[in-house]
Nanobody
């Protein structure tokens, strides 16, 4: 059974950092791309970061330069480190996966095969 389990959210101050983790069960990292979307209250879900099976990474403009996504297939984990936190980073964060051996150049919500339940990130000043 495929499962994605996100964790690591919480409250943080502006300028701080958080590390989100996504535990992956039921498929291989070799033929899946993994990443994160987020949804703030009253807003549409947006892509944040993605890592393809060859290690290629995508970052949205809103997090570029302060976000690092990585994966560890031995631990069945995908991680996202987000630093220099801003109030506008406040959102529910979802990990997602799509079955592909190609590079994900522009993640799309509709293109995902699997979703985890979200983990809330709240940033206050």
């Amino acid at each position: 059974e495929v499962q994605l389990q996100a964790s690591g959210g919480g409250s943080a101050q502006t300028g701080g950092s958080l590390r989100l983790s996504c535990a992956v069960y039921g498929f291989s990292f070799d033929n899946h791309a993994l990443g994160w979307f987020r949804q703030a209250p009253g807003q549409e879900r947006e892509e944040v970061s993605f890592i393809s099976s060859d290690g290629y990474t995508y970052y949205s403009d809103s997090v570029k330069g302060r976000c690092t996504i990585s994966s560890d297939s031995a631990k069945n984990r995908m991680y996202m480190q987000l630093s220099s936190l801003k109030v506008e980073d406040t959102a529910m964060y979802y990990c997602a996966a799509v079955m592909t051996t190609g590079r994900v150049l522009q993640p799309h919500e509709d293109g995902m095969d699997y979703w985890g339940k979200g983990t809330q990130v709240t940033v206050s000043s």
